[in-house]
């Protein structure tokens, strides 16, 4: 078996946009290579796309709780493919696709709008983008 490129394209993830649909079709069986670059912030930190693996400032436990990935770190980028499970991707990551559908990128946030009285951080006050390097291999 061989693997043919399909396509290699440069995508600007957004650090306010809950799930950024990045409109590139994957196909169940493709091989995935994302590599990001630059930094982001979250309304707590400025964080590059491992994100900060923080505590909630005063409060002692992980910022992530509400995050779409609760064990990744605040900040971090992550992925999915439409409504599938999110997956970690950090600053590279590779992938063997399980379903088809459009690759789906965000940053690793709490959810929910920032004025509900909720603890910590949410897309709203978040600002900066990452440059996401997107590889994709289709095996034949």
Known sequence: RSAVLVREILVNVPANKNWYDTDIKLQKGDCLELTAKGS??????????????????????????????????????????????????????????????????????????????QEGSCYDDNNGALEVKVTVRRIK
């Open 40 to 117: 982001w912030w979250s309304g707590i930190s400025k964080t590059g796309s491992d994100g900060d693996g923080g505590f909630i400032f005063g409060l002692g436990r992980p910022a992530c709780g509400g995050c779409p990935v609760t064990d990744g770190n605040l900040g971090e980028l992550v992925g999915k493919i439409d409504d599938g499970s999110p997956f970690r991707v950090g600053s590279s990551s590779i992938q063997e696709i399980n379903q088809d559908g459009n690759l789906i990128l965000a940053m690793n946030e709490n959810t929910g709008p920032c004025n509900n009285g």
